[in-house]
C-alpha cells in the first residue's frame, strides 16, 4: 500500500506585479487503488498542483508537504520523482522534434528502472500498448507529437502511463479535446492502468463525461486554490446538475 499525502500545500508563481499564491492550503491523500477526481472551474489551481507535485520550475512551494510514502517529493528533481513512481499526464504535451516516440519510451523506461528493458518483450510491450490505444506500430517512428492530433497526443501519454507503470498517475485534463470515441480508448487505457492493483490515480478535469468510463473514489472540488467540499461520485452528479456558481460565491464572499 502506498500512500501520496499533500498537506497545508501553498503554491505561487512569479507575475509583473510580484508573486501571486495560486493554492492557498491544499490537503489531499491518494492511496493505491483510489480514483480521485478533482474538479472545478478555470484558474482554480488543478494543474498547478499537477505540475507542483511533478516539479514545474514555474510553481514555488511557499508551505506544506507532499510525501510518497513518507519520503518527502518536494525535495527530489523531477527525475526522482518519477523514478520513486510518479507521472504526469499533460494537458497539453510539448512537441520533441527528432525524437522518435520508440527511442522517447525506451529511454524513459531505462531512466526509470536503471537498466534498459529486454528488448524481445519491450517490443512486444510498447506494440502492444499501441494497438490497445488504437494505433499503429509505424507511430513509433514519428517524432514525439510532431503533427499529432489532439486525440494521439492524449493516447501517446496514455502509452507512456502503460510502459512506464508509475504507482500513482496524475492526469492533468486528460479528456480535453477528446472526441467520444477517443475519449473511450483513453478512459480504458486509464482504467487498465487502475486495475493492475496498487495503483492510484488523481484525475484533473472541468467536466463529469469521462467519469462516466473512469469512476472515481473521491471527488474534491477546487475553487480558488482550496479544496470546497469532497464527496463521493455522487459529488459529481451534483456538480453536474448544478455548476460551480454557489462554491465560486462562496470563496468570493470569504475572500
Request: without cysteine; glycine residues 12%; proline residues 3%.
Amino acid at each position: 500500500m502506498s500512500t501520496l499525502e499533500i498537506r497545508d500545500l501553498h503554491v505561487s508563481v512569479d507575475t509583473e506585479s510580484g508573486p501571486k499564491e495560486i493554492l492557498r492550503g491544499v490537503d489531499l491523500a491518494v492511496k493505491s487503488g483510489e480514483t480521485h477526481a478533482i474538479m472545478g472551474p478555470n484558474g482554480s489551481g488543478k494543474s498547478t498542483l499537477a505540475y507542483s507535485i511533478a516539479g514545474h520550475p514555474k510553481y514555488q512551494i511557499t508551505k506544506g508537504t507532499v510525501t510518497l510514502d513518507g519520503q518527502d517529493i518536494l525535495a527530489m528533481t523531477v527525475d526522482e520523482r518519477a523514478r520513486a513512481g510518479l507521472f504526469l499526464a499533460m494537458q497539453y504535451p510539448v512537441e520533441v522534434a527528432g525524437v522518435s516516440v520508440s527511442n522517447f519510451l525506451r529511454t524513459a523506461k531505462t531512466a526509470i528502472d536503471g537498466k534498459a528493458p529486454a528488448l524481445r518483450t519491450w517490443v512486444k510491450d510498447v506494440n502492444g500498448a499501441m494497438e490497445r490505444l488504437g494505433m499503429g506500430t509505424d507511430f513509433g517512428s514519428r517524432s514525439v507529437n510532431e503533427g499529432f492530433s489532439g486525440g494521439e497526443k492524449k493516447r501517446h501519454e496514455i502509452v507512456q502511463l502503460e510502459v512506464l507503470d508509475p504507482k500513482f498517475a496524475i492526469l492533468d485534463e486528460t479528456d480535453s479535446g477528446l472526441d467520444i470515441d477517443a475519449l473511450k480508448v483513453v478512459s480504458d487505457g486509464v482504467n487498465r492502468f487502475h486495475d493492475k492493483g496498487g495503483k492510484g490515480v488523481l484525475l484533473i478535469t472541468h467536466y463529469t463525461r469521462i467519469l462516466r468510463y473512469i469512476k472515481p473514489d473521491y471527488v474534491h472540488v477546487f475553487v480558488d486554490g482550496r479544496v470546497a467540499e469532497e464527496g463521493g461520485p455522487e459529488l459529481a452528479e451534483k456538480l453536474e446538475a448544478e455548476g460551480y456558481a454557489a462554491y465560486v460565491a462562496t470563496a468570493k464572499a470569504g475572500a
